[in-house]
């Protein structure tokens, strides 16, 4: 009787998991917000990993960090994921990340899948929440298009920076922070030693910076320089406000500036 009561309570247990709304999973790019525990901007300095599903093949891909991945997946109706024969890219990576254990975290079978209220997609081995992902805001998004039209007329002016990706300010440009000035559809301004200039394309929201042309000045620490530089070499979203500029990609603040009273 005892056997009995047991097996009818765990079937109960197992049939009262809600399935997860494949739609709503599928219709969304995921940031990697945390990596066992650690915040991803910690484990990856250069680009953040990212998850799509496409459950008509039944398959996730993505960006490891540096790597693009892919591969079959199951999700059954407990919520239980598994994606173990994932195959990636082999490309060199500059940018110091975690990469390799993202990529096997992810591979890991029978991993449990939650949406969260907070809308964190989380992926769990026990009671161990190892992966978690946040959406990533759309181009199209309200939260873009937020304030000011982004037009090069709205956007003419100048510009200190404030932040860059969760860096040291301080740290990064201990002399001089960088400055941007937008006008004639031309970018200029100092780069926290040397100047630059480039141009500039606006479509949709999304800004692309043409090749940088900066002087050779030696300066006593160029990572903040280089840093800032290279945040401009590819395409970025933008939201803009009265006072605030906000450079993003795939959702994650790369450069916030505000403007300079005239």
């Known amino acids: 009787m005892l056997a009995v ?26 940031a990697l917000k945390t990596l066992n525990g650690e915040d991803a901007k910690l484990s990856f300095t250069g680009k953040i990993p990212d998850l799509k599903f496409d459950f008509s093949k039944n398959t996730v891909s993505g960006n490891g960090g540096c790597n693009g991945y892919g591969g079959d997946f199951t999700l059954n109706e407990q919520n239980v994921f598994s994606a173990p024969n994932l ?34 997609l989380t992926f769990s081995q026990g009671d161990k929440v190892v992966l978690e992902f946040q959406p990533v805001v759309s181009f199209t998004s309200p939260v873009i298009s937020k304030g000011l ?20 300010m301080a740290a990064l440009f201990p002399d001089k922070v960088p400055t941007m000035e ?21 479509q949709d929201n999304v800004i692309t910076f043409g090749p940088a042309m900066a002087t050779k000045m030696a300066c006593p620490a160029l990572k903040g320089e280089t840093t800032f530089l ?15 500029l906000v450079l993003m990609q795939e959702g994650n603040e790369v450069l916030t500036f505000a403007r300079v009273a005239e």
Not at 94 to 114: G, H, I, Q, R, Y
Not at 234 to 241: W, Y
Request: charge should be negative; proline fraction near 4%; charged fraction near 20%.
């Open 182 to 202: 937008i006008a004639d559809g031309k970018v200029s301004g100092n780069a926290g030693c040397n100047n630059y200039r480039c141009t500039f394309k606006l």
């Open 87 to 120: 195959v990636s890219t082999m490309m060199a990576c500059m940018d110091a990340n975690k990469e390799p254990e993202f990529f096997k975290l992810l591979s890991t079978p029978d991993l449990e899948v939650n949406l969260t209220e907070d809308s964190l």
């Open 230 to 244: 290279s945040k401009l070499a590819t395409p970025l979203q933008v939201s803009l406000n009265e006072n605030g």
């Open 149 to 168: 039209d982004v037009s090069p007329e709205n956007l003419s002016g100048k510009w200190n920076l404030t932040s860059i990706a969760g860096e040291d």
């Open 5 to 30: 009561l047991t097996f009818t309570f765990a079937t109960q247990s197992c049939s009262s998991v809600k399935p997860l709304d494949k739609a709503q999973l599928e219709n969304q790019t995921w």
